[in-house]
């Protein structure tokens, strides 16, 4: 019986274990189709372990498409996908009532936000008006139509995509959004052999056309709730503390509560692809370059808030 069959059929007397068997076939399901990005995709799978959302933002072609439908596919989930555009409607996104001429009543029709994994491409496409129909949905699990409040499945993850280029046909995220993020990824190009190995697995059928689920969904929530019952000692969290209103002190917009909260629940779920029941410093400085810095705003042109995240682990104290 191999550790998948154990896993699906068993129940183990270590969840942190059988937590971490799941993230790391989900990370080597993803990467029979994305090559070079090892680090991206654990980071991935840490915000689904950790009940959060995840933006991918680069050039076109580097694959942020194809890495959202990689890890979809590797649970046996309802995966949807939103082409975001200028014209789309917030009704587009979250569904809409409409009246049934036989029964007399208006009826909802859900939208494609009713899923457990969400691929929400090239969203800075559409006007802030579409986007904000996300919001409610991935703070909260929830859709408020016409008055009425629809629970989204549970899991419930959105993965968005956004071009860094032409900036005057795209619509900047809001600050409120952004924060809802717990995690923003850049891929960038690959490396020359990473490129070729690549090219060499696409010419002919594409990989992702053969890739299966390897988790359930019991088994996802299974590891988030085991993710969530990770121990945060005091100092920990002091360190977190820290880390945010050094940002704070530093910047023109800072790291909210929100951004502290994404912060120690990402290495809540560091801790456990670790194998670990607690969370240390290291997992925090881990997680923090690709929670934090989406979340600033800094008052000069000489420093980035990545720059300022990195300053921020160098100079406050692990205590």
Request: glycine content about 6%.
């Amino acid at each position: 019986m191999t550790d998948t069959d154990t896993s699906r059929g068993q129940q183990s007397d270590s969840p942190v274990r059988d937590a971490t068997r799941v993230a790391t076939r989900v990370i080597e399901n993803v990467e029979e189709v994305i090559v070079g990005h090892h680090d991206e995709i654990e980071h991935i799978v840490i915000a689904l372990l950790g009940r959060g959302h995840v933006l991918l933002e680069d050039v076109p072609g580097v694959g942020k498409t194809m890495l959202a439908r990689s890890v979809a596919a590797s649970f046996d989930g309802e995966f949807k996908r939103v082409q975001f555009t200028p014209d789309l409607l917030p009704t587009d996104v979250t569904g809409v009532n409409v009246f049934n001429q036989k029964t007399q009543e208006f009826e909802f029709r859900p939208g494609p936000i009713f899923a457990n994994v969400v691929l929400g491409d090239e969203i800075n496409r559409a006007p802030p008006k579409t986007q904000s129909a996300l919001l409610e949905a991935m703070e909260e699990g929830q859709v408020s139509v016409d008055g009425t409040t629809h629970a989204v499945p549970s899991p419930f993850t959105v993965i968005a995509t956004q071009n860094t280029v032409e900036r005057n046909r795209a619509y900047d995220l809001p600050m409120a959004e952004l924060d809802r993020f717990m995690t923003k990824l850049h891929l960038g190009y690959p490396e020359a052999d990473e490129e070729s190995a690549m090219l060499g697995e696409v010419v002919g059928h594409h990989p992702i056309e053969e890739l299966t689920s390897v988790a359930t969904l019991e088994q996802l929530t299974a590891a988030q709730n085991t993710v969530a019952d990770v121990t945060v000692e005091e100092p920990i969290r002091t360190y977190a503390t820290r880390l945010a209103r050094f940002t704070r002190e530093h910047a023109e917009l800072g790291v909210s509560p929100r951004g502290s909260i994404s912060l120690l629940r990402a290495a809540q779920a560091r801790a456990v692809l670790d194998g670990r029941e607690y969370v240390v410093p290291d997992d925090l400085q881990t997680e923090a370059p690709v929670v934090l810095p989406h979340r600033i705003r800094t008052d000069s042109s000489d420093q980035s808030a990545t720059d300022l995240v990195r300053e921020a682990l160098d100079s406050v104290p692990v205590e």
